[in-house]
């Protein structure tokens, strides 16, 4: 099928593509920037004139001649915006602001009251706002300003609306909190599966830009991002990498799905309780109004036996879902982030053990690390920065 692009959506694709190069090139130079895009020289020139002008590009000096005139080198002027990225997941909600190349500039962590019933999602969007006026203050200036801001929320988010579904302790069903947000701010507000944002934290960080990575979110419930060749994969309906409702026990536990046997009914914190009660412990001390994983872990690194227990089982079956992810994927490498993420030195010796036994052939090489703590609020400025300033419809050679 041939595709009919007209002039000015043709000069927006020339125009991102080449940022995208001189983004991901420490240098760089017009002459190369034409050989690698197919572009002509004349128009390659043009853009980038007009990205120095708009002060995302610098020039920086001259290259080594290769028997012609030295080329003027190229350097992409990461502060010449900002974006804000918030990761929610209650009672926890982290912000940062990111230049355009994800590095950090500011960060809060906030710990949001424990409320239930409709007064919830009110609470939440006065916390978010709140939080975003902390971040517009702290922002240093740039040439462009802040650019919008990114909300990573776990469940389903619709991708034509930015609904949102399946949010837990929060009663409100398909919230638009992304039109109650933007009705609040002059900011543009962009929403994202928090796992979806933080696969491209994970990428951004990455030498190789076409790898292929899963990035499993563990905590309250379990979200995976896939990307497959440099490219984040959503599937028919923006639904894909829903990994925690994949079945690893056909008659086990109902889950908040309707399914049973869910892999999060096993491997997220909703486990721990269980397993500590297992394990013959007490889980009465803990505070519902406070992070579970922080009570958890403090209570292991004191040497309780039964939350040790507990965090090495919640590891074992991590590795379960692990493995058959792996398994059918078969990616670059594992990433692994969310609060559950914390207690690595419990359960990373777990979830290597599974993954020894049940993986196959060179699959048992792919390596599986930790996510910094605020991948996903980075990952969520990211998508700021791919949906206003680089574009997604950006061809990148």
């Not at 990433?335 to 359960?347: P, Y």
Request: proline share 3%; glycine share 8%; net charge neutral.
């Amino acid at each position: 099928m041939k595709l009919n692009v007209d002039a000015p959506a043709m000069r927006r694709i020339n125009r991102a593509t080449v940022l995208h190069l001189i983004r991901n090139q420490r240098t760089t130079s017009r002459i190369d920037l034409a050989q690698i895009t197919g572009l002509n020289k004349a128009t390659v020139s043009y853009i980038v004139d007009e990205l120095i002008e708009e002060q995302w590009v610098q020039e920086i000096g001259y290259g080594s001649s290769t028997g012609g005139r030295k080329p003027i080198l190229l350097r992409f002027n990461a502060n010449a915006a900002h974006a804000i990225g918030m990761d929610l997941e209650l009672p926890i909600l982290k912000t940062v602001v990111c230049n355009t190349r994800g590095e950090v500039v500011y960060k809060q962590e906030r710990m949001l009251d424990a409320l239930t019933g409709d007064d919830t999602a009110v609470a939440v969007l006065e916390a978010i706002l709140d939080e975003v006026r902390a971040a517009q203050t702290a922002t240093p200036r740039s040439p462009h300003g802040l650019v919008g801001i990114g909300l990573a929320l776990p469940g389903l988010i619709n991708a034509k609306t930015g609904a949102s579904s399946h949010l837990r302790d929060i009663a409100k069903s398909d919230w638009d909190l992304r039109k109650e947000l933007a009705e609040r701010t002059t900011l543009s507000v962009f929403i994202e599966n928090n796992a979806n944002c933080g696969a491209w934290s994970e990428l951004l960080k990455s030498a190789a830009r076409k790898e292929n990575l899963v990035y499993i979110h563990a905590g309250s419930s379990i979200n995976t991002g896939i990307v497959i060749h440099g490219e984040l994969y959503k599937g028919h309906s923006g639904a894909a990498g829903e990994f925690g409702h994949m079945t690893i026990s056909p008659m086990g536990q109902r889950c908040v799905c309707g399914n049973y046997g869910c892999w999060e009914q096993y491997a997220s914190e909703r486990s721990l309780l269980q397993y500590i009660h297992e394990a013959g412990g007490s889980s009465t001390a803990i505070d519902p109004r406070k992070g579970l994983m922080e009570q958890i872990l403090d209570g292991a690194y004191a040497d309780n036996r039964a939350y040790i227990r507990a965090l090495n089982t919640l590891g074992q079956h991590l590795g379960i879902g692990i493995a058959n992810i792996v398994n059918a994927l078969s990616p670059d490498r594992i990433s692994l982030g969310g609060t559950i993420s914390q207690a690595s030195t419990f359960i990373l010796p777990e979830i290597e053990r599974v993954l020894q036994y049940r993986l196959i052939g060179a699959n048992k090489n792919i390596p599986i690390s930790i996510a910094p703590v605020h991948a996903i609020a980075v990952g969520a400025a990211t998508h700021v920065m791919n949906q206003t300033i680089f574009l997604d419809e950006a061809v990148t050679p």
